[in-house]
């Protein structure tokens, strides 16, 4: 019913810079939040940042200066810039969106199949 589609991850040396994009696609009524986390092997999936439909944002203490998110309503797309990455950001991205549908009532939680992001010492 409703598909995220990442893109952006890669390969990149500390200090540089990516920017993640996530496209939010199907029977969609409404996009209350979007949002990133990330994991790691072993670890939990953690938020990186969210934004509502209304502009506010949220960030991890962890990425606060460095990272920006942003959104096109328009489009149904949320962006990540990511600057002065550090080998610690290294993780899967997750794109997060929690919707409305015109199928059903109720808030929907859905994810991407996520993107590497590889910051390299």
């Known amino acids: 019913q409703v598909q995220l589609v990442e893109s952006g991850g890669g390969l990149v040396q500390a200090g540089g810079s990516l920017r993640l994009s996530c496209a939010a696609s199907g029977s969609i009524s409404s996009i209350r939040t979007m949002g990133w986390y990330r994991q790691t092997p072993g670890a939990q999936r953690e938020l990186v940042a969210t934004?509502?439909?209304?502009?506010?944002?949220n960030y991890a203490d962890s990425v606060m200066g460095r990272f920006t998110i942003s959104r096109d309503t328009a489009k149904n797309t949320v962006y990540l810039q990511m600057n002065s990455l550090k080998p610690e950001d290294t993780a899967v991205y997750y794109c997060?969106?929690?919707?409305?549908?015109?199928?059903?009532?109720?808030?929907?939680?859905?994810w991407g199949q996520g993107t590497q992001v590889t910051v390299s010492s």
């Open positions: 934004i509502t439909n209304g502009g506010s944002t």
């Open positions: 997060n969106a929690k919707v409305t549908l015109y199928s059903a009532y109720g808030l929907y939680n859905y």
